[in-house]
């Protein structure tokens, strides 16, 4: 009922918790924060908040248009609708370090439980597309110390994301991670890294937490979360996954009820009124009411033709 019962600090505490157990914890990311009622339900470790999908769901490319407030904002919605720790993408700070420091202390009022925070320069790119362009170690280094040093809660997670090896050899890649984690860095973002093998050795390499991106479409294969987790890493997202899903869904929607002049052939696909209801708990809220959920709520098309509602 209403939002969350975990306080962000509760979340940051459970979020280093499970980085720490290993095995591949999965992060789906959600466009919206209804989805993180059906990713907690289901039993998922956490919820991440993508940079592309906020960018997307605006109508905007994933090139460094969004601004701080607006993620935040965003950011901040979606974390208090659950009790699991979100993790947001910081894409490269929104400025230049000391901007960087302010986006943290954001992040932390917004209740987020963690950020990464990216090597490449503006207009950055999808870390799956070619033709990056990166920022050099020291300005790597910097951003990930002003994070670093302006959190309050300890426990906020600072996760270095190196795009490094989309324009460089892994062993380059490896040395920039050893610096990242050097500069204060708690958990390493490894970008497009070529396949399972090259997982093993960044995990290998060093002794703090390593994300996996599987991200459709893009330079990765989709590694199951076994494999992932037998390569050493020890969370792992579906950043794109569930607004693609939607998106499809919807095209598919729409162009039923231009052919048909109805959207009944799409009605079995979708989620119940009912469903919808208990996703959004109006029934915990007669606790304060009990006027506010007292109707039948119908769960056939048919019933729901026929309440009018
Ligand atoms: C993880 C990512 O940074 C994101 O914003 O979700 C993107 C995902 C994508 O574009 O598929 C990325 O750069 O990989
Ligand atoms: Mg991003």
Same mark, same amino acid.
């Given at each position: 009922?209403?939002?969350s019962?975990?306080?962000?600090?509760?979340?940051?505490?459970?979020?280093?918790?499970m980085?720490?157990?290993?095995?591949a914890?999965?992060?789906?990311?959600?466009?919206?924060?209804?989805?993180?009622?059906?990713?907690?339900?289901?039993?998922?470790?956490?919820v991440y908040i993508?940079?592309?999908?906020?960018?997307?769901?605006l109508?905007?490319?994933?090139?460094?248009?969004?601004?701080?407030?607006?993620v935040?904002?965003?950011?901040m919605?979606?974390?208090?609708?659950? +009790?699991?720790?979100c993790? #947001?993408? &910081?894409? $490269?700070?929104?400025?230049?370090p000391?901007? *960087?420091?302010? %986006? =943290?202390?954001?992040?932390?009022?917004?209740?987020?439980?963690?950020?990464?925070?990216?090597d490449?320069?503006?207009?950055?790119?999808?870390?799956?597309?070619?033709?990056?362009?990166?920022?050099?170690?020291?300005?790597?280094?910097k951003?990930?110390?002003?994070?670093?040093?302006?959190?309050r +809660?300890?426990?906020?997670? #600072?996760? &270095?994301? $190196?795009?490094?090896?989309?324009?460089?050899? *892994?062993?380059? %890649? =490896?040395?920039?991670?050893?610096?990242?984690v050097e500069?204060?860095?708690?958990?390493?973002?490894p970008?497009?890294?070529?396949?399972?093998?090259?997982?093993?050795?960044v995990?290998?390499?060093?002794d703090v937490?390593?994300?996996a991106?599987?991200?459709?479409?893009?330079?990765?294969?989709?590694y199951?979360?076994?494999?992932?987790?037998?390569?050493?890493?020890?969370m792992?997202?579906?950043p794109?996954?569930?607004?693609?899903?939607a998106?499809?869904?919807?095209?598919?929607?729409?162009?039923?009820i231009?052919?048909d002049?109805?959207?009944?052939?799409?009605?079995?696909?979708?989620?119940?009124?009912?469903?919808?209801?208990e996703?959004?708990?109006?029934?915990?809220?007669?606790?304060?009411d009990?006027g506010i959920?007292?109707?039948?709520?119908?769960?056939t098309?048919?019933?729901?033709?026929?309440?009018?509602?």
């Amino acid at each position: 009922m209403l939002y969350s019962n975990k306080t962000p600090a509760q979340k940051r505490l459970d979020l280093r918790a499970m980085l720490q157990r290993g095995g591949a914890a999965q992060f789906p990311g959600t466009f919206t924060p209804l989805g993180t009622k059906l990713i907690q339900e289901q039993g998922f470790a956490g919820v991440y908040i993508s940079g592309a999908v906020l960018a997307n769901e605006l109508g905007l490319p994933d090139v460094g248009l969004t601004t701080l407030t607006e993620v935040a904002q965003r950011g901040m919605q979606i974390a208090r609708s659950t +009790d699991l720790p979100c993790v #947001i993408d &910081a894409d $490269t700070g929104f400025g230049e370090p000391m901007n *960087l420091a302010r %986006t =943290i202390q954001e992040f932390e009022d917004a209740g987020l439980a963690g950020a990464h925070i990216e090597d490449q320069f503006n207009p950055k790119r999808c870390g799956h597309l070619d033709g990056k362009n990166m920022v050099d170690l020291d300005t790597a280094i910097k951003r990930i110390a002003a994070a670093a040093d302006a959190r309050r +809660d300890p426990n906020f997670l #600072i996760m &270095a994301r $190196t795009d490094l090896r989309g324009v460089d050899t *892994l062993g380059a %890649t =490896i040395e920039r991670i050893k610096a990242l984690v050097e500069a204060g860095a708690d958990a390493i973002f490894p970008e497009a890294l070529k396949d399972l093998s090259e997982f093993k050795a960044v995990c290998d390499a060093v002794d703090v937490p390593v994300l996996a991106n599987m991200t459709e479409f893009g330079k990765s294969e989709l590694y199951t979360r076994e494999q992932l987790a037998s390569a050493g890493v020890a969370m792992v997202i579906y950043p794109v996954t569930l607004m693609r899903s939607a998106m499809g869904a919807m095209e598919r929607t729409l162009a039923t009820i231009k052919a048909d002049g109805t959207q009944e052939g799409a009605v079995p696909d979708m989620l119940t009124r009912a469903r919808l209801y208990e996703l959004v708990d109006y029934e915990g809220y007669n606790r304060f009411d009990n006027g506010i959920f007292n109707f039948r709520v119908p769960t056939t098309d048919i019933d729901t033709n026929n309440a009018n509602l």
